[in-house]
């Protein structure tokens, strides 16, 4: 079949802060570079992030990244890369400041130094006390952030496809990467785009879940199209439950309000982090925050009429702290629920946030698979960066105010590594083989040939409330077991998706098929992965299985889509240049 073929030296699929920083990477180095969204790229769901950004700049108190460094360890549960971590750790602070010199606006502190607030999990002195290290925008970091690196692309003539989706990768025959198919929402067209380089930074798939604080469009793409190419996803298993999505909504309160001195209630007005976490309280990491509120819940004594929430108490910080440093909560709150937190508690529950595990890459941002005997082989021309990669520095579990460090720190690497891949290429490109986009025009075709089936709408909402109730904040194996059978027969039942809109033009029902094909790969892999983990390890809670199993589990999850197949391999336990830091029991 003959289709239209555009040719950039390097392709981004995605435009929230990975993808951005990668092109800008790319773009400033003469690099031809297109970056693909399905939104305009400042509509990603970067623009969402509301807490900040971590780097040891001690603007406040002591702080260095060698301390950040044995957090994100720690928080990781020891499942996290320990080169990654200290490469992300150490380029901080310099990312930091680049970001600052790139227009971002972020608060200052009195001697006109960056402001730094405390965020869950990050302390001082290898874990000894809460440190001040999230640099941020008031709560709309991500958002100043987004728009400072947007501008950027900009100048440096980064070209956009705006409203475009990525379908497929193209491999050739050798198993590298040459470029992709894509769909032009506007028109309906699939077009090839080839390249020397494709970087997939196309965020989460949050929305796997019923209560998720993920934006629509976070339906984990990369990872469907990836597992579709036969490669393997690493840690899916892992996904953190944020501790304060507002009751009922599902829309994100920032950490950063227990940062700035907010706290957790029951319903007897008692302060109960403290006895789950002595030292660090309601700043303890997340998963221990989110099992604490469950099992509050769980006993009874959550609030409100069903007893289904607890309380997120900020009043007592003041109306001029809360507008200066947290409007954008007071604002959802209010809208939302018609609750002012200058005057009364939020009613909180812990909320789908995050997808800690992805598409498998090195520290350098290319993408690895299992080859023979090696375990980390490079896949050729295949990269990926932020939410939808897993490098891995978050192990089982994120540091609430990483995440946007992990982009731009990722983002240029993988950037980095693209420019030397290219460079190596001079003019050729590869070719690409004959049948190219055949297998992405057969799955459209089936699709748009379906006269009867099964209702989008029904399927997404089935698949929903499965991964709520059967993948939750706590898990056993019946609960996991019965999980995958649901799952099965609705994976089944997709086959028999149908749409009734048979438009071209702006075809939202299509593009909404096409998204759910790749998130039902990701709901049924979690359901997979969990149930193999037989340990607890960060945002992974076995309740019949309560301890770290470092002996049989401190690996990280390979999962295939054919055969559902599972391999393990080894976390890196040796970091660049400091010593390794061993598993230790992880309290707060
Ligand atoms: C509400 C909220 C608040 C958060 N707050 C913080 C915080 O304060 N600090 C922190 O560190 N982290 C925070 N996080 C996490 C962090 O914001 C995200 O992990 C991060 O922004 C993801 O960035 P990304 O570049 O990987 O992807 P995104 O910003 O999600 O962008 C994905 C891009 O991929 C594109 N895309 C996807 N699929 C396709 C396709 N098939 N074809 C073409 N384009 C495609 C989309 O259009 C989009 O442009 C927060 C997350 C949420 C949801």
């Not at 289709?3 to 092109?23: F, S």
């Not at 990244?65 to 994100?72: F, I, V």
């Not at 559902?564 to 660049?576: F, W």
Request: hydrophobic share 40%.
């Amino acid at each position: 079949m003959s289709i239209p073929v555009m040719k950039y030296e390097a392709v981004i699929v995605g435009g929230g802060g990975a993808g951005l920083r990668a092109a800008l990477q790319l773009s400033e180095a003469g690099v031809k570079t297109v970056v693909l969204s399905k939104v305009f790229p400042t509509r990603s769901h970067t623009a969402a992030a509301q807490g900040g950004i971590s780097a040891s700049l001690g603007n406040v108190e002591d702080d260095n990244w060698h301390w950040h460094m044995y957090d994100t360890v720690k928080g990781a549960d020891w499942l996290g890369d320990q080169d990654a971590i200290e490469f992300m750790c150490r380029q901080a602070v310099d990312a930091v400041v680049e970001l600052e010199h790139f227009g971002m606006p972020f608060d200052r502190l009195e001697n006109g130094k960056i402001y730094q607030r405390p965020f869950g999990g990050h302390m001082a002195n290898f874990g000894k006390k809460p440190v001040r290290r999230a640099c941020a925008v008031a709560d709309r970091t991500g958002h100043a952030m987004l728009h400072a690196l947007y501008q950027r692309n900009v100048k440096a003539d980064t070209h956009f496809l705006v409203e475009w989706m990525a379908l497929d990768i193209i491999r050739n025959k050798n198993g590298d990467v040459v470029g992709i198919t894509a769909l032009e929402m506007e028109t309906g067209e699939v077009y090839i785009i080839q390249a020397k380089a494709v970087l997939f930074a196309t965020g989460g798939a949050g929305r796997i879940y019923q209560s998720s604080t993920n934006a629509y469009i976070n339906t984990g793409d990369g990872i469907g199209i990836t597992l579709r190419a036969g490669l393997p996803i690493e840690d899916i298993e892992f996904w953190q439950f944020h501790p304060t999505g507002l009751a009922g909504a599902g829309v994100l309160i920032t950490e950063g309000v227990r940062g700035e001195g907010g706290y957790l209630l029951n319903c007897n007005g008692e302060r109960f982090m403290e006895r789950y976490a002595p030292t660090a309280k309601d700043l303890a990491s997340r998963d221990v925050v989110s099992r604490a509120m469950q099992i509050e819940i769980n006993e009874g004594r959550g609030c409100g009429q069903n007893k289904d929430y607890v309380l997120l108490k900020l009043d007592h910080l003041g109306k001029d702290v809360i507008d200066q440093r947290l409007p954008g909560i007071r604002e959802i709150s209010l809208q939302f629920l018609g609750i002012d937190p200058v005057k009364e508690p939020i009613p909180v529950v812990p909320t789908c946030h995050y997808m800690m595990g992805g598409i498998p890459t090195n520290y350098r941002g290319e993408v690895v698979a299992p080859n023979g005997e090696n375990m980390e082989d490079i896949v050729k021309g295949f990269y990926a960066a932020g939410e939808c990669a897993c490098a891995s520095v978050h192990g089982a579990n994120r540091l609430g105010t990483n995440s946007l460090l992990d982009l731009v720190v990722f983002g240029k690497s993988a950037g980095n590594s693209m420019v030397e891949y290219i460079k190596q290429h001079g003019d050729e490109y590869k070719e690409l083989p004959e049948d190219a986009a055949d297998f992405s025009l057969n799955r459209l075709a089936k699709l748009d040939n379906a006269n009867s089936g099964e209702s989008l709408a029904d399927l997404r909402h089935e698949m929903q409330k499965i991964m709520q109730q059967h993948a939750g904040v706590f898990r056993t194996q019946s609960v996991l077991e019965d999980g995958i059978n649901k799952i099965e027969a609705l994976y089944a039942r997709v086959q028999n998706l149908c749409i009734q809109d048979k438009s071209k033009v702006f075809n939202t029902a299509r593009v909404e098929a096409l998204e759910f094909m790749n998130t039902i790969e990701v709901a049924l892999a979690t359901m997979i992965t969990a149930e193999a983990r037989k340990e607890s390890r960060g945002a992974q809670a076995r309740e019949d299985f309560p301890e770290r199993d470092d002996e049989k589990f401190m690996c990280h999850t390979l999962y295939y889509k054919d055969g559902r197949k599972i391999v393990y391999k080894p976390v890196h336990t040796k970091p660049m240049t400091v010593d390794y830091i061993p598993p230790a029991k992880r309290v707060y």
